[in-house]
Nanobody
Framework: HLQVAESGGGLVQPGGSLRLSCRVS????????IGWFRQAPGKEREGVSC??????YYRDSVSGRFTISRDREKNTMYLQMNYLKPDDTGVYYC?????????????????????????WGQGTQVTVSS
């Protein structure tokens, strides 16, 4: 069955960069919606960015700083995070599930905002601190 696993977290100074990886097993990423989520201490989990069938959603606070990309050969999705801020600190999760190719942007946005995904990774810690 569909499985995902994140990697790439770590400690970085404000203004620095990190790239997270989400390796997907059993299902080709072309058929999936894949999302990145984060949870800071004492806060609820929030959707950071989601992608599916050429569509991309970014929450306002990361737009222009974070970028998602895919490597079909490695069946992996990446989250490139630039100009990191202390507020970006948290556990980052990758999630995935099949999404019809005729889905629209509003459906992807809704899925990302509501964390409506069935397969989740274990999470990777990102700490932005000087």
């Amino acid at each position: 069955h569909l499985q995902v696993a994140e990697s790439g977290g770590g400690l970085v100074q404000p203004g620095g960069s990190l790239r997270l990886s989400c390796r997907v097993s059993e299902v080709r990423i072309e058929y999936l919606a894949i999302g990145w989520f984060r949870q800071a201490p004492g806060k609820e989990r929030e959707g950071v960015s989601c992608g599916s069938h050429g569509m991309e959603y970014y929450r306002d606070s990361v737009s222009g700083r974070f970028t998602i990309s895919r490597d079909r050969e490695k069946n992996t999705m990446y989250l490139q995070m630039n100009y990191l801020k202390p507020d970006d600190t948290g556990v980052y999760y990758c999630a995935a599930e099949p999404m019809p190719s005729d889905s629209d942007y509003e459906a992807l946005e809704s899925k990302c905002i509501s964390s409506d995904f069935r397969s989740w990774g274990q999470g990777t810690q990102v700490t932005v601190s000087s």
